[in-house]
């Protein structure tokens, strides 16, 4: 009796047991499901943040800075905006303030070209980088209509670091349908 006792009892525990195994068992093939489908998400995720990245890397400006003539002299620097937009990928020039801002931290290419039409006075600019001077060009009392004065660097930006040309006090550039002055540039490498 005793025995048969016993056997019933482990039977049961036995039973119990087995239908804990199957309770377990049915719990983890639905958080592998979960976990499936979390995984799918995360891909997803960052496959649209690399192409992102990938779209936020692409920077490349050139701009003319007008049709209409001269600009200066004026008696303080000037902002020169380059408003004659011909490319602006990634739109990180804007002609509305001539303000350069770096989408991403990278090496960037720049030059500009700025013309002078007449043959007194000064025609001058000046390179600005997070509002501190890296070019300041002039050229004095020349002689010839049309003179041309060009540079062009190459920088390591932060993200947000802007750049910027202005026209020195007493100076003048000219432009017009024949892209005399030129502001351009592009992300060489991150
Ligand atoms: C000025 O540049 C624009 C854009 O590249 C071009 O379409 C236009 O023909 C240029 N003007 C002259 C006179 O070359």
Redesign the pocket.
């Given at each position: 009796f005793i025995l048969r006792k016993v056997n019933v009892e482990l039977r049961a525990d036995l039973e119990s047991q087995a239908a804990e195994l199957l309770a377990v068992g049915g719990r983890l093939t639905a958080s592998e499901g979960e976990l499936q489908l979390l995984r799918r998400r995360m891909e997803n995720l960052q496959h649209q943040v690399d192409s992102l990245i990938e779209q936020s890397a692409k920077m490349a400006f050139y701009a003319?800075l007008t049709e209409s003539g001269g600009v200066g002299p004026y008696n303080t620097p000037t902002v020169l905006k380059f408003s004659n937009v011909?490319t602006n990928v990634g739109d990180a020039y804007s002609p509305t303030t001539g303000f350069f801002t770096a989408p991403v931290k990278g090496v960037y290419y720049f030059r500009f070209t700025i013309c002078g039409q007449t043959n007194q006075g000064s025609m001058g600019v000046q390179l600005f980088h997070n509002g501190k001077s890296i070019i300041y060009n002039l050229q004095t009392r020349y002689n010839e209509f049309f003179e041309y004065l060009s540079n062009a660097v190459i920088l390591e930006l932060n993200v947000g670091d802007e750049l910027h040309l202005v026209l020195p006090e007493d100076t003048s550039v000219f432009d017009n349908?024949?892209?005399h002055s030129t502001f351009s540039g592009f992300l060489l490498f991150k």
């Open positions: 003319a011909f349908v024949n892209n």
